[in-house]
């Protein structure tokens, strides 16, 4: 069971937004990814439980952060509740998409099972449901990822292979990298991996 600690910061003038603490497993069942969100101070500022399914559909998604919380799942499309801080309103939505993304790594990790690229293959769109900070506001947004290439490096617990994504935005045309061990992220825009107790889980072969 992989778990750790990722740095976050705003991807374009890198500030320090906090960390995020996490612990994440393979199960009979898909996979599940719980995390902790403090501020640059160390104070509580949220979290995060996903588990997708064997296929890497939403089974369940539960965010907090700034007293809002998002509940969701994979239900005619995704479909999901988000709960205003006084509790007094929740708004329910559903869009034609296959999974949610958002600013943890749990949804780049989620996306890759989702999609299944081979090395080398065109680009896949991919329709996603993002769940924005600091307030969780959703907005459905297209993407074309793409598994540029699969690297082995040596590691002192042995081999670990590494695979690197490019990641469009198709609506803005912005293309950035994604590098992802298993199931652990280890860069992306706004994400660094500053440590791991133990190694990334490894999937089981499609």
Same mark, same amino acid.
């Given at each position: 069971m992989p778990r750790g600690r990722y740095s976050l910061h705003d991807p374009h003038d890198h500030a320090p937004l906090g960390e995020e603490h996490f612990h994440c497993a393979p199960g009979p069942s898909g996979w599940r990814y719980v995390?902790? !969100?403090?501020?640059?101070?160390?104070?509580?500022?949220?979290?995060?439980?996903?588990?997708?399914?064997?296929?890497?559909? #939403?089974?369940? *998604?539960?965010?907090?952060? %700034?007293? +809002?919380? /998002?509940?969701?799942?994979? $239900?005619d499309g995704v479909t999901w509740v988000r709960t205003d801080p006084t509790g007094t309103e929740a708004t329910e939505g559903n869009v034609r998409a296959p999974a949610f993304t958002g600013t943890s790594p749990a949804f780049l990790v989620a996306t890759t099972r989702l999609l299944r690229l081979t090395p080398g293959a065109p680009a896949t769109r991919v329709r996603l449901v993002n769940? =924005?900070? #600091? /307030?969780?506001? #959703?907005? =459905?947004?297209?993407?074309? +990822?793409?598994?540029?290439? =699969?690297?082995?490096?040596? @590691?002192?617990? &042995?081999?670990?292979?590494?695979?690197?994504?490019?990641?469009? %935005? *198709?609506? @803005?045309?912005? /293309?950035? @990298?994604?590098? $992802?061990? &298993?199931?652990? /992220?280890?860069?992306? #825009?706004? $994400?660094? *991996?500053?440590? !791991?107790?133990?190694?990334?889980?490894?999937?089981?072969?499609?």
């Amino acid at each position: 069971m992989p778990r750790g600690r990722y740095s976050l910061h705003d991807p374009h003038d890198h500030a320090p937004l906090g960390e995020e603490h996490f612990h994440c497993a393979p199960g009979p069942s898909g996979w599940r990814y719980v995390s902790q !969100l403090t501020t640059p101070e160390g104070e509580h500022a949220g979290s995060v439980d996903l588990a997708i399914d064997e296929l890497g559909r #939403p089974i369940r *998604l539960e965010l907090n952060a %700034a007293s +809002w919380q /998002v509940r969701g799942a994979a $239900i005619d499309g995704v479909t999901w509740v988000r709960t205003d801080p006084t509790g007094t309103e929740a708004t329910e939505g559903n869009v034609r998409a296959p999974a949610f993304t958002g600013t943890s790594p749990a949804f780049l990790v989620a996306t890759t099972r989702l999609l299944r690229l081979t090395p080398g293959a065109p680009a896949t769109r991919v329709r996603l449901v993002n769940f =924005t900070d #600091p /307030v969780l506001a #959703p907005r =459905t947004v297209d993407q074309a +990822w793409a598994l540029l290439r =699969t690297e082995t490096h040596s @590691t002192d617990s &042995g081999l670990l292979a590494v695979d690197e994504y490019q990641v469009s %935005a *198709l609506d @803005t045309g912005e /293309v950035h @990298t994604v590098h $992802i061990a &298993g199931d652990v /992220v280890l860069s992306a #825009p706004g $994400i660094e *991996l500053e440590h !791991l107790e133990t190694p990334p889980s490894v999937f089981p072969i499609d």
